[in-house]
């Protein structure tokens, strides 16, 4: 994806009041992404545990951002990733919920999918990063692929959330 600056990425979030936004800890480092590898991009806020943010490029290349919560120290099984079908350990995977934008989020409603804890699905699809736990599931299946099945699984999700 395209490198994004803390601007954009504030003013992508469809999920959140506007107090919300302001207080998300935007990661400082954005010029030292590896923005050529990643197909959204996420991360979890260092001032508050359990809470997670992901911003991908929607189909007209309008950016779509949603907070997420989840509990920390959850299930102790392994569990496999819905974005990126990575099997992690206990905690490497979490169930992650983001609340519906405007009424239907106030009144409660959220949409959930099990994704990596560290959100770096783009970096296991390219082979760029490997989870603690060895044992995979083997799948005759080129990078590519993999990557276009990530792009797919988080469209979906976020299409899940705005529905
Ligand atoms: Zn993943």
Redesign the pocket.
């Known amino acids: 994806m395209l490198p994004l600056t803390e601007t954009q990425i504030r003013s992508s979030f469809v999920n959140c009041t506007q107090g919300e936004v302001k207080r998300i800890t935007v990661p400082r480092d954005l010029a030292d992404q590896r923005w050529d590898d990643l197909d959204f991009f996420g991360w979890n806020d260092p001032t508050y545990a359990g809470r997670a943010y992901l911003v991908a490029p929607g189909s007209d290349d309008q950016l779509i951002g949603v907070a997420l919560r989840y509990e920390t120290g959850g299930t102790r099984k392994a569990q496999m990733?819905k974005?990126?079908l990575?099997t992690h350990p206990s905690g490497g995977v979490s169930l992650m919920t983001a609340r519906k934008p405007g009424a239907a989020g106030r009144n409660g409603n959220t949409v959930g999918t099990y994704?990596?804890t560290d959100l770096d699905?783009s970096l296991?699809a390219r082979g760029e990063k490997t989870p603690a736990l060895g044992r995979q599931y083997r799948e005759d299946l080129d990078v590519g692929s993999k990557i276009d099945r990530v792009r797919a699984n988080v469209a979906a999700f976020l299409a899940r959330v705005s529905d």
């Open positions: 990733c974005i990126c990575t994704i990596c699905c296991y």
